[in-house]
């Protein structure tokens, strides 16, 4: 059966973080009260929109067919199924009392495009967000459940419901189930789950897994053979669909937290992905990689509906697919160009269709094969709780079903080969092993995890056995791998075990790279293989390869007894007068996992007190970076000396980790100190357990923030501690002029105040000012909203919104022009001429950047920059640098105790202090002594607006000539 008949979308996924309560009346708006069956054409004035040359945006249906979409399918009868709401914002017991939504079945009786019939398939459903239609029956996600809808004597409605899967929880923010999907490579129904928490049991009551962990999920459709098919950290996987050899392609909100970013993910099976600030969710997995990869990061845009657009032909390429994305909170539809990169995919960013219209919320895409046309959903404005872009409910802003046609008949676009390896041919699964292809690799590693040759029959005589197949992905294991590949070489070996990793393997092995992926493949069946993984773990704490020390150090931390076996090791290395870096880092890490524990409290006295600075400093470090709340009297006369010693930053980091009030005279004493440093007076009041931000103290903090001649480090450290403090009304009036004027890092740590302000009138005062800050823009919009969600909504809606979109409407305009300035370069770049310009220093580039021997080796060497950037990635990083920061290339803003300050990249740590390289392009050694503060800033040093310096035609010289350099 043709996959996209069987298409589903579904409803996007949103921010758990700034959920908003639902709403208390049991009401359902009169605009979602219908009969069963509704007739005729809808009509509705299209939107004002972008699109590119040769496509037409058509109305598909509109009220009152539909009232407001949220997913869709076709059937083999070309008929479409929508899940419609009724425009509540309920919660999961309102929605459990009386389930308002249901799911819509469409006709189009006369074949013109536009559906003219609408039934109620299926009432009194909690929150329908996906379906599926698959033999006769449509599969329907609506939580807690999967559920099968089946109209039996073809009256249109569904007299039958099965609840085939259940057991995932929801609260109606909609991060919760979206689905189902068939995968036709394999027949089996997917469906996704946001980090709501889940029980689920096989039918025979086995349980499959219980935690918090947002997933990718599947089964047969009867229901049977539950599996998760990856598990995660995020809020809210949203949608999959499958690449036509069943790789599994998805979008999944708020994967990252700091900055918030909305991802494009190959959802590979058995992965384990993890978020810094949610890592409990997965604490019982197994894992392979620290670091998941990940496709592509669109940033806060609400992520929703998703498709691959199969006849869409661009180039005609075999090798490119297109993956249709829509975002909920940019009104925008955008195209992803997929191209083969190693195991996985690169994704390449395109606007396909942008709506001028705020009121519109994108939910689902899904492609229409009759035609080649695509199914655009618009929600409407009824929802709220869960919603990046309003405050408000606006029920009576209906959505609508929109088709966009090409003008031409599509054309199907061209296939690339199709990877069959069967599943028993161990002939041939070694052969592809061996293969150039990655992807060819990759998938027979997966399909040895879902069929591990356990029971096949062992011919000895045979050319190839199942020890002959675990020795080739052993030999996998010295390769050098990409990430994706790396996690299918040891989800392999776990799934294959002692076929291809064994104890023996693990203490032979002299390869630091293939010992850590073994380290990570071995399953030990017993405590006694248990304890002597633990062993060879613990020899390499202090490996000089880090890769390799990182995963001892997570193997022998996870073990029950590392405190009372490993510890004493550790000890042993403090008996040198210095300690090596690699054991350094390794006693960081060690120690700040087992802080809680008594023998590694023990080990930390021992650092604190001990002749080298540097261990005291890593002690330090571990004490600063605490989240278990551990505390040891031992430590105390140790810090009150170095306290009166040498008052550092991270010692007073440390100190208020501990949350006693035992230094609170010291620190008391040190803040009113006006020889010291500004940024160590306000560190000492902010370490402090019981000062609060009252009279004086509060003057001087405020003071920091209002005087222009404040370093930047010290603004960014008033500002962190206002925000952690108890204010009064009247001290966060004082504040409310400040806002106008605050810089990006502080506007950001600030405005949570807005939220803890309940008085309606200050709540507008503020909104007034950060509505005048020319920086409002540097923030995402969910910020501000949730910022403001308890106070009225027309203070958020009237007064913050209209300012960031006139804000940001120029940012967009600069983002829509990447993909066709990128256009332009091969057509008129010359590299000839690019050259020139750089070598004369139009654009500034030369003042940062390094190209063989020309220019300053501040930013990142360019030299090769071609073979790593595409020509739209290298005009984001001009338009947008600090969307594109390299690692390692971070600003720092340095504060020495001179009352000096240093802005510039950090180019490497030396005994004798940092070295930095100032804007200038100056390098200067900072001794590790004289440093009060050290800011990293989460921008470019490279500012925005260099494109704006030279021409357009000279822009395109420039990035052919960099596009040129491999």
Same mark, same amino acid.
């Given at each position: 059966?043709?996959?996209?008949?069987?298409?589903?979308?579904?409803?996007?996924?949103?921010?758990?973080?700034?959920?908003?309560?639902?709403?208390?009346?049991?009401?359902?708006?009169?605009?979602?009260?219908?009969?069963?069956?509704?007739?005729?054409?809808?009509?509705?004035?299209?939107?004002?929109?972008?699109?590119?040359?040769?496509?037409?945006?058509?109305?598909?249906?509109?009220?009152?067919?539909?009232?407001?979409?949220?997913?869709?399918?076709?059937?083999?009868?070309?008929?479409?199924?929508?899940?419609?709401?009724?425009?509540?914002?309920?919660?999961?017991?309102? $929605?459990?009392?009386?389930? *308002?939504?249901?799911?819509?079945? &469409?006709? #189009? !009786? =006369? +074949? @013109? /495009?536009?559906?003219? %019939?609408?039934?109620?398939?299926?009432?009194?459903?909690?929150?329908?967000?996906?379906?599926?239609?698959?033999?006769?029956? $449509?599969?329907?996600?609506? *939580?807690?459940?999967?559920?099968? &809808?089946? #109209? !039996? =004597? +073809? @009256? /249109?409605?569904?007299? %039958?419901?099965?609840?085939?899967?259940?057991?995932?929880?929801?609260?109606?923010?909609?991060?919760?189930?979206?689905?189902?999907?068939?995968?036709?490579?394999?027949?089996?129904?997917?469906?996704?789950?946001?980090?709501?928490?889940?029980?689920?049991?096989? %039918?025979?009551?086995?349980?499959?897994?219980?935690?918090?962990?947002?997933?990718?999920?599947?089964?047969?459709?009867?229901?049977?053979?539950?599996?998760?098919?990856?598990?995660?950290?995020?809020?809210?996987?949203?949608?999959?669909?499958?690449?036509?050899?069943?790789?599994?392609?998805?979008?999944?909100?708020?994967?990252?937290?700091?900055?918030?970013?909305?991802?494009?993910?190959?959802?590979?099976?058995?992965?384990?992905?993890?978020?810094?600030?949610?890592?409990?969710?997965?604490?019982?997995?197994?894992?392979?990689?620290?670091?998941?990869?990940?496709?592509?990061?669109?940033?806060?845009?609400?992520?929703?509906?998703?498709?691959?657009?199969?006849?869409?032909?661009?180039?005609?390429?075999?090798?490119?697919?297109?993956?249709?994305?829509?975002?909920?909170?940019?009104?925008?539809?955008?195209?992803?160009?997929?191209?083969?990169?190693?195991?996985?995919?690169?994704?390449?960013?395109?606007?396909?269709?942008?709506?001028?219209?705020?009121?519109?919320?994108?939910?689902?895409?899904?492609?229409?094969?009759?035609?080649?046309?695509?199914?655009?959903?618009?929600?409407?404005?009824?929802?709220?709780?869960?919603?990046?872009?309003?405050?408000?409910?606006?029920?009576?802003?209906?959505?609508?079903?929109?088709?966009?046609?090409?003008?031409?008949?599509?054309?199907?676009?061209?296939?690339?080969?199709?990877?069959?390896?069967?599943?028993?041919?161990?002939?041939?699964?070694?052969?592809?092993?061996?293969?150039?292809?990655?992807?060819?690799?990759?998938?027979?590693?997966?399909?040895?995890?879902?069929?591990?040759?356990?029971?096949?029959?062992?011919?000895?005589?045979?050319?190839?056995?199942?020890?002959?197949?675990?020795?080739?992905?052993?030999?996998?294991?010295?390769?050098?791998?990409?990430?994706?590949?790396?996690?299918?070489?040891?989800?392999?070996?776990?799934?294959?075990?002692?076929?291809?990793?064994?104890?023996?393997?693990?203490?032979?092995?002299?390869?630091?790279?293939?010992?850590?992926?073994?380290?990570?493949?071995?399953?030990?069946?017993?405590?006694?293989?248990?304890?002597?993984?633990?062993?060879?773990?613990?020899?390499?704490?202090?490996?000089?390869?880090?890769?390799?020390?990182?995963?001892?150090?997570?193997?022998?931390?996870?073990?029950?007894?590392?405190?009372?076996?490993?510890?004493?090791?550790?000890?042993?290395?403090?008996?040198?007068?210095?300690?090596?870096?690699?054991?350094?880092?390794?006693?960081?890490?060690?120690?700040?996992?087992?802080?809680?524990?008594?023998?590694?409290?023990?080990?930390?006295?021992?650092?604190?007190?001990?002749?080298?600075?540097?261990?005291?400093?890593?002690?330090?470090?571990?004490?600063?970076?605490?989240?278990?709340?551990?505390?040891?009297?031992?430590?105390?006369?140790?810090?009150?000396?170095?306290?009166?010693?040498?008052?550092?930053?991270?010692?007073?980091?440390?100190?208020?980790?501990?949350?006693?009030?035992?230094?609170?005279?010291?620190?008391?004493?040190?803040?009113?100190?006006?020889?010291?440093?500004?940024?160590?007076?306000?560190?000492?009041?902010?370490?402090?357990?019981?000062?609060?931000?009252?009279?004086?103290?509060?003057?001087?903090?405020?003071?920091?923030?209002?005087?222009?001649?404040?370093?930047?480090?010290?603004?960014?450290?008033?500002?962190?501690?206002?925000?952690?403090?108890?204010?009064?009304?009247?001290?966060?009036?004082?504040?409310?002029?400040?806002?106008?004027?605050?810089?990006?890092?502080?506007?950001?740590?600030?405005?949570?105040?807005?939220?803890?302000?309940?008085?309606?009138?200050?709540?507008?005062?503020?909104?007034?000012?950060?509505?005048?800050?020319?920086?409002?823009?540097?923030?995402?919009?969910?910020?501000?909203?949730?910022?403001?969600?308890?106070?009225?909504?027309?203070?958020?809606?009237?007064?913050?919104?209209?300012?960031?979109?006139?804000?940001?409407?120029?940012?967009?305009?600069?983002?829509?022009?990447?993909?066709?300035?990128?256009?332009?370069?091969?057509?008129?770049?010359?590299?000839?001429?690019?050259?020139?310009?750089?070598?004369?220093?139009?654009?500034?580039?030369?003042?940062?950047?390094?190209?063989?021997?020309?220019?300053?080796?501040?930013?990142?060497?360019?030299?090769?920059?071609?073979?790593?950037?595409?020509?739209?990635?290298?005009?984001?990083?001009?338009?947008?640098?600090?969307?594109?920061?390299?690692?390692?290339?971070?600003?720092?803003?340095?504060?020495?105790?001179?009352?000096?300050?240093?802005?510039?990249?950090?180019?490497?740590?030396?005994?004798?202090?940092?070295?930095?390289?100032?804007?200038?392009?100056?390098?200067?050694?900072?001794?590790?002594?004289?440093?009060?503060?050290?800011?990293?800033?989460?921008?470019?040093?490279?500012?925005?607006?260099?494109?704006?310096?030279?021409?357009?035609?000279?822009?395109?010289?420039?990035?052919?000539?960099?596009?040129?350099?491999?």
């Amino acid at each position: 059966m043709n996959r996209p008949l069987l298409f589903l979308a579904t409803f996007s996924a949103l921010s758990h973080a700034a959920d908003l309560p639902a709403d208390k009346s049991m009401e359902i708006p009169e605009s979602g009260k219908r009969p069963v069956v509704i007739t005729g054409k809808s009509t509705l004035a299209l939107p004002k929109h972008d699109l590119p040359e040769g496509y037409t945006l058509e109305l598909a249906a509109a009220s009152p067919l539909v009232t407001h979409p949220i997913m869709g399918c076709l059937d083999d009868k070309g008929r479409l199924f929508v899940g419609d709401a009724v425009g509540v914002n309920w919660n999961k017991a309102q $929605l459990e009392k009386n389930p *308002p939504n249901r799911v819509l079945m &469409l006709e #189009d !009786t =006369d +074949n @013109d /495009g536009a559906y003219d %019939k609408s039934t109620v398939f299926a009432d009194k459903m909690t929150f329908p967000q996906g379906a599926c239609w698959l033999n006769g029956s $449509l599969y329907v996600g609506s *939580p807690p459940s999967l559920w099968k &809808l089946t #109209d !039996t =004597d +073809n @009256d /249109g409605v569904a007299d %039958k419901r099965e609840e085939i899967v259940t057991g995932f929880e929801y609260t109606g923010n909609a991060a919760d189930i979206h689905g189902p999907f068939l995968n036709p490579t394999n027949g089996r129904l997917y469906w996704c789950h946001g980090r709501k928490g889940h029980k689920v049991l096989q %039918k025979d009551g086995e349980m499959v897994d219980e935690s918090m962990a947002c997933g990718i999920w599947s089964c047969q459709p009867d229901g049977k053979d539950v599996q998760w098919h990856s598990l995660g950290c995020g809020d809210n996987p949203v949608e999959v669909d499958f690449t036509r050899e069943g790789d599994v392609i998805g979008v999944q909100n708020l994967y990252f937290s700091q900055p918030r970013g909305d991802t494009l993910m190959h959802w590979l099976y058995g992965g384990v992905y993890e978020r810094a600030d949610q890592m409990k969710a997965i604490s019982h997995l197994p894992r392979t990689l620290d670091t998941m990869p990940v496709m592509y990061n669109f940033g806060h845009v609400a992520v929703s509906g998703c498709c691959f657009w199969n006849t869409y032909a661009y180039g005609k390429s075999a090798t490119t697919n297109h993956f249709m994305v829509t975002h909920f909170n940019t009104q925008r539809l955008v195209r992803m160009e997929l191209t083969r990169e190693g195991a996985t995919y690169k994704a390449t960013e395109n606007e396909f269709l942008k709506l001028h219209n705020p009121d519109i919320h994108l939910t689902d895409v899904m492609e229409d094969p009759r035609d080649g046309s695509l199914l655009l959903f618009d929600t409407g404005g009824w929802f709220r709780i869960g919603c990046p872009a309003s405050l408000m409910a606006k029920s009576d802003l209906l959505g609508a079903v929109y088709r966009i046609k090409p003008k031409s008949p599509a054309m199907l676009a061209v296939k690339g080969p199709k990877v069959t390896i069967a599943k028993a041919d161990i002939n041939a699964q070694i052969k592809a092993l061996a293969s150039t292809d990655m992807h060819a690799r990759r998938r027979v590693l997966e399909s040895l995890v879902l069929n591990p040759p356990e029971d096949w029959a062992r011919d000895e005589k045979a050319d190839s056995t199942p020890e002959k197949l675990g020795e080739a992905v052993r030999r996998l294991m010295h390769e050098p791998l990409d990430p994706v590949l790396e996690h299918s070489v040891i989800s392999a070996a776990q799934a294959l075990n002692l076929l291809v990793v064994s104890l023996e393997d693990l203490q032979t092995e002299k390869d630091p790279t293939a010992l850590r992926r073994m380290l990570v493949s071995f399953v030990p069946d017993d405590a006694s293989s248990m304890n002597l993984c633990m062993e060879v773990a613990a020899k390499h704490l202090d490996s000089t390869d880090a890769a390799l020390a990182r995963v001892a150090l997570r193997l022998v931390t996870e073990h029950p007894d590392a405190d009372a076996g490993i510890t004493p090791r550790l000890q042993k290395w403090l008996g040198e007068k210095t300690v090596s870096a690699a054991r350094l880092h390794a006693l960081e890490g060690y120690a700040s996992a087992l802080v809680a524990q008594p023998k590694t409290q023990q080990l930390v006295t021992a650092m604190l007190k001990h002749l080298s600075g540097e261990v005291r400093m890593t002690a330090l470090q571990v004490l600063a970076s605490s989240t278990s709340g551990a505390k040891n009297d031992a430590w105390l006369p140790v810090l009150d000396k170095q306290l009166t010693e040498a008052p550092t930053p991270l010692l007073l980091d440390a100190i208020k980790k501990l949350k006693t009030p035992h230094f609170d005279a010291a620190l008391q004493s040190l803040a009113a100190d006006t020889k010291r440093p500004l940024s160590i007076r306000l560190k000492a009041l902010d370490a402090a357990r019981n000062v609060k931000l009252t009279g004086d103290t509060f003057t001087m903090v405020k003071g920091v923030l209002a005087d222009a001649a404040s370093s930047a480090a010290a603004k960014i450290q008033a500002a962190g501690m206002i925000a952690a403090a108890p204010m009064t009304k009247e001290q966060v009036t004082e504040l409310a002029p400040l806002f106008a004027t605050l810089g990006p890092v502080e506007l950001k740590t600030l405005l949570p105040l807005a939220r803890k302000t309940k008085d309606a009138e200050l709540g507008r005062t503020l909104a007034s000012e950060i509505a005048k800050n020319p920086t409002i823009a540097s923030q995402q919009e969910s910020l501000y909203r949730t910022a403001f969600s308890d106070q009225p909504p027309e203070i958020f809606e009237g007064i913050i919104h209209p300012a960031y979109e006139k804000a940001s409407e120029a940012l967009e305009l600069k983002k829509r022009q990447l993909s066709p300035l990128a256009d332009k370069v091969g057509a008129s770049g010359d590299v000839a001429r690019g050259k020139a310009h750089f070598a004369a220093g139009k654009g500034t580039c030369i003042a940062c950047h390094k190209i063989g021997e020309v220019g300053r080796a501040i930013g990142p060497d360019l030299s090769k920059i071609g073979a790593i950037r595409t020509e739209r990635d290298l005009l984001e990083s001009i338009l947008f640098p600090s969307n594109t920061l390299a690692r390692d290339y971070e600003a720092h803003i340095i504060e020495t105790s001179d009352g000096q300050q240093t802005m510039g990249v950090i180019k490497s740590h030396t005994a004798e202090g940092l070295l930095v390289v100032d804007v200038a392009g100056q390098e200067k050694t900072v001794s590790h002594q004289s440093i009060t503060g050290d800011t990293t800033l989460t921008m470019s040093l490279m500012p925005m607006g260099l494109d704006q310096t030279l021409p357009e035609a000279e822009l395109l010289d420039l990035v052919a000539y960099l596009r040129s350099l491999r």
